[in-house]
């Protein structure tokens, strides 16, 4: 029952001064503010701060960035990247959020949500 409540609750910071090569994977959501080259897994939210980056994939429930990000992100939600962020490479999500100033250079993938994929069965053409 609280698993829902622990994906919302940042308990993992990466510091500015942190940096981080490997694999990282958990359960709650992380803000980077320091730079990770390697895979983040994550169950909640990832934060990339202003001064962060990050590469080369992310794999999380929504991204929100403010730094960098050089790779790949899929989300099973959704994907902002703020006005002074920047996305190079592809992203697979339900939705993407491009702030005025924002940089996405690649790819995107929009999945369809269960309410689209019944609108599209329901419509018939008319013979």
């Given at each position: 029952m609280s698993k829902k409540k622990d994906e919302k609750v940042i308990q993992t910071i990466i510091g500015t001064e942190t940096v981080i090569e490997g694999k990282i994977t958990l359960p709650t959501s992380l803000r980077v503010d320091g730079r990770i080259i390697g895979e983040i897994e994550c169950s909640g939210?990832?934060?990339?701060?202003?001064?962060?980056?990050?590469?080369?994939?992310?794999k999380a429930k929504n991204v929100v960035i403010a730094g960098?990000?050089?790779g790949d992100i899929e989300t099973t939600e959704k994907i902002q990247i703020e006005s002074k962020g920047k996305l190079t490479g592809s992203a697979t999500s339900r939705g993407i959020i491009i702030d005025d100033g924002?940089?996405?250079?690649?790819?995107?993938?929009?999945?369809?949500t269960d309410e689209k994929g019944k609108k599209k069965k329901a419509e018939k053409v008319a013979d």
């Open positions: 939210d990832v934060y990339i701060g202003k001064d962060a980056y990050v590469e080369p994939k992310i960098e990000v050089n924002g940089i996405f250079n690649g790819n995107s993938v929009i999945l369809d």
